[in-house]
């Protein structure tokens, strides 16, 4: 079975509020404003313990919240633009790597997600930041001395078994032995 996409799980969840809670998504976004509740923990706790919400649905409605009221997720293209808004020189960069990584893992698939941008294959095995000149590319490897060729993991947003990081900054850096360490980290992933 495929796992959901965080936009798919959001947008089912926008679905199911009215006939889960009574109130739709306009309804709610008018409750949280009028608690006069500022701090996003409180906000959770205070629809966990005075509205019945789980976790995760206090959160998916706190961030739609925060987001002007519209879904976080909305568009896979929309993610993907908001990271690259404000490093749009890099676009060219990222697509010539998502290139590249596709070419060497051809089933995987590239999914922006909120603050980065998974790689996976049924598992998530990399991850892409885009930031100022460079391409931060993070990798599972465990217990893989830090040298030249990778260091310690500074990805916003993949899960802490991110371990280690190559920093690309052109098209040249891309070689066989990135396609390597690509590779020793979905085998641990996978």
């Known amino acids: 079975m495929a796992q959901k996409t965080s936009g798919e799980i959001e947008k089912e969840f926008i679905e199911s509020l009215r006939s889960s809670t009574g109130n739709d998504l306009k309804?709610?976004?008018?409750?949280?404003?009028?608690?006069?509740i500022e701090k996003r923990n409180d906000v959770i706790k205070w629809l966990n313990?005075?509205?019945?919400?789980?976790?995760?649905?206090?959160?998916?409605?706190?961030?739609?919240?925060?987001n002007g009221g519209k879904?976080?997720?909305?568009?896979?293209e929309e993610l993907l633009d908001n990271q690259l808004a404000?490093?749009?020189?890099?676009?060219?960069?990222?697509?010539?790597?998502?290139?590249f990584a596709l070419q060497a893992f051809p089933t995987a698939t590239i999914l922006p997600k909120k603050t980065y941008?998974?790689?996976?294959?049924?598992r998530e095995f990399a991850a892409i930041n885009v930031k100022k000149g460079e391409l931060r590319i993070g990798l599972d490897l465990g217990e893989r001395p830090f040298d030249e060729a990778v260091s310690k993991a500074k990805l916003t947003?993949?899960?802490?078994?991110?371990?280690?990081?190559l920093v690309l900054t052109d098209e040249s850096q891309f070689s066989a032995n990135v396609v390597k360490l690509m590779k020793n980290s979905y085998d641990r992933c996978h």
């Not at 309804?27 to 404003?33: F, G, K, Q, V």
């Not at 879904?71 to 896979?76: A, N, T």
């Not at 941008?117 to 049924?122: E, F, N, R, Y």
Request: hydrophobic residues 35%.
């Open 49 to 66: 313990t005075e509205h019945g919400f789980g976790h995760m649905n206090a959160g998916l409605l706190i961030g739609i919240y925060h």
């Open 157 to 165: 947003g993949p899960m802490p078994r991110i371990s280690h990081q």
């Open 117 to 122: 941008v998974s790689i996976l294959d049924k």
């Open 71 to 76: 879904p976080v997720y909305g568009s896979i």
């Open 86 to 99: 404000k490093v749009e020189e890099m676009r060219p960069l990222y697509d010539a790597f998502c290139k």
């Open 27 to 36: 309804a709610w976004l008018n409750e949280i404003r009028n608690s006069g």
